[in-house]
């Protein structure tokens, strides 16, 4: 499951997890993340621009071993998106992905 943080009117953590996370480890993501709340939703309707679907990016790698150093268990990947403007086209699609809208299929 995906569980989103931060804020989708800019930048939003993207949390991929086995299971649902504990409010204990909600307040450690919160806090880990610059205290970027948890989004209570399953998706958001907004352009993203964010790494490749089918590529782990090393952020991603680094963020889900500070979180098991923290002990927040279960979190497969962490991923970085930025909102942008529907018409945005200033991103590398080798490396970046835009997305109209981010859900539990990304």
Do not use: C
Request: no cysteine.
């Amino acid at each position: 499951m995906i569980h989103f943080f931060g804020n989708a009117d800019s930048k939003v953590f993207a949390v991929q997890t086995v299971e649902e996370l504990s409010p204990e480890n909600i307040a450690k993501l919160t806090w880990l993340f610059g205290n970027q709340p948890k989004i209570n939703t399953a998706s958001l309707d907004a352009f993203f621009v964010g790494p490749r679907a089918a590529m782990i990016t090393p952020w991603s790698t680094n963020a889900v071993e500070i979180t098991q150093n923290m002990g927040v268990p279960g979190i497969l990947r962490i991923e970085e998106f930025k909102t942008v403007a529907k018409d945005f086209k200033d991103y590398d699609p080798m490396l970046s992905q835009k997305y109209s809208g981010l859900n539990q299929d990304i």
